[in-house]
């Protein structure tokens, strides 16, 4: 049986081997382009930005009821629909309870007033009981930073007075800034401290609490005075741990020295503070000695070439003619050149021939011939002629008359 021959398979020649490198070149060139063609894909970081929850309604507007304000006073004013002519609440009408009290994690939000630039806070708001919601035209959060009000008015808007009330309620002075609130009828526990700054940390940054244990009397000071005058009509008529009736009021001035010192130092603070924001970068930086190079120069210019000497502030950056640091002497050196001229001319009594000064004496010759020359002739006064009669010796007391 003849065994039959399997045709030989016979493979294409661009697989096996290059017959040119000619060709080869081609398929080199051809990988290159197509590895410079292909880019890495950029990551394209998109930003989700969550919409601002609107303000929610505290009540509901259906219970609200018209009535008339609280007698405070003894005349009722019909313009403004209050009472005036008492500056003292009675103790007893002022422990009714609050009609709400604000959430701020819950009521917060935007109104039309966020779209208004200066718009003042919901004094409603603060107390618990607005019934618009978003459709407010005030405020529905806490004050911040970057609210800032005139001093004569209060974040709500409320015109401020000179001097405070007797019992250190209402607005408030715009004679002094006031950071500190009074708190009185607290309920009197072991743990009062933990409860108190539990409750008046909800309204702003809290900078210092002094509780009197015995007495059931705090004293909260905030960092900013709009969170202070927040806080005051927050937690007015409030509650805390204990359903007590708080007694919310301004602090007066602490007598402590300690404390004068603190505010003081505060406000002096603040004052520089504004005066960085007002001045050059640069500038700052070289009176703070926080730029290297302004340091080593101030070093280099301020010893005067005493070695070792460095001269203080008040001296270095002196302004005047008199200033040791030249540049103090820029604006004043032209000054001078300035009037050098008008200085030169010599006055009349110079140009006369100045006698030598005179050994014994006081004055000199010089000075004796300036007088000379300034002399000037007074009128005498002609003498009266006395008339002769019975009135001889009557004059009057004035040698004019």
């Known amino acids: 049986m003849a065994a039959v021959a399997s045709p030989e398979v016979q493979q294409p020649p661009h697989?096996?081997?290059?017959?040119?490198?000619?060709?080869?070149?081609?398929?080199?060139?051809?990988?290159?382009?197509?590895?410079?063609v292909a880019r890495p894909e950029k990551k394209v970081k998109k930003i989700i930005r969550r919409k601002k929850r609107p303000a929610r309604p505290q009540i509901d507007?259906?219970?609200?009821?018209?009535?008339?304000?609280?007698?405070?006073?003894t005349i009722f004013n019909i313009w403004y629909n209050k009472?005036?002519?008492?500056?003292?609440?009675?103790?007893?009408?002022?422990?009714?309870?609050?009609?709400?009290?604000?959430?701020?994690a819950q009521d917060s939000g935007y109104t039309r007033a966020d779209n208004i630039p200066g718009s003042y806070f919901c004094l409603f708001f603060a107390r618990g009981i607005c019934p618009k919601g978003q459709d407010c035209d005030y405020l529905h959060r806490l004050p911040g930073v970057h609210d800032i009000y005139n001093p004569n008015v209060d974040c709500f808007g409320r015109d401020k007075f000179s001097d405070y009330r007797d019992d250190l309620g209402g607005v408030g002075s715009f004679m002094r800034q006031n950071r500190t609130i009074y708190v009185g009828r607290i309920h009197v526990t072991d743990d009062i401290e933990e409860i108190v700054a539990r409750h008046f940390a909800e309204w702003g940054e809290v900078e210092r609490i002094r509780v009197l244990n015995t007495r059931g009397v705090a004293f909260i000071t905030y960092t900013r005075e709009s969170n202070a005058q927040f806080a005051k009509e927050a937690m007015a008529h409030q509650g805390l741990?204990?359903?007590?009736?708080?007694?919310?009021?301004?602090?007066?001035?602490?007598?402590?020295?300690?404390?004068q010192k603190r505010e003081a130092r505060r406000m002096e603070e603040q004052a520089a503070e504004a005066i960085r924001r007002a001045l050059p970068e640069e500038f700052v930086a070289e009176i703070e000695g926080k730029d290297p190079e302004a340091r080593k120069r101030r070093k280099m210019e301020s010893n005067y070439g005493l070695e070792g000497y460095e001269a203080p502030d008040e001296v270095h950056f002196a302004m005047g003619p008199n200033a040791v640091n030249p540049r103090g002497r820029q604006g004043y050196e032209e000054q001078l050149m300035l009037e050098a001229?008008?200085?030169?001319?010599?006055?009349?009594?110079?140009?006369?021939?100045?006698?030598?000064?005179?050994?014994?004496?006081?004055?000199?010759?010089?000075?004796?011939?300036?007088?000379?020359?300034?002399r000037v002739a007074v009128a005498s006064k002609p003498k009266q002629t006395v008339s002769a009669g019975p009135l001889v010796a009557y004059d009057s007391d004035d040698d004019d008359e």
Do not use: F
């Open 15 to 36: 697989l096996d081997a290059p017959e040119s490198p000619s060709q080869d070149l081609a398929l080199t060139t051809a990988n290159n382009d197509t590895e410079a």
């Open 61 to 73: 507007p259906a219970l609200i009821k018209a009535e008339p304000p609280p007698q405070t006073g």
């Open 83 to 104: 009472w005036s002519g008492g500056d003292r609440e009675d103790k007893y009408l002022s422990q009714t309870k609050a009609k709400g009290r604000c959430n701020i």
């Open 241 to 259: 741990d204990h359903n007590e009736i708080l007694n919310v009021r301004w602090a007066t001035a602490d007598p402590n020295p300690m404390a």
């Open 341 to 374: 001229p008008g200085q030169a001319e010599t006055l009349p009594w110079q140009q006369q021939r100045q006698p030598e000064e005179q050994k014994d004496g006081i004055l000199s010759g010089n000075v004796l011939a300036a007088l000379n020359a300034a």
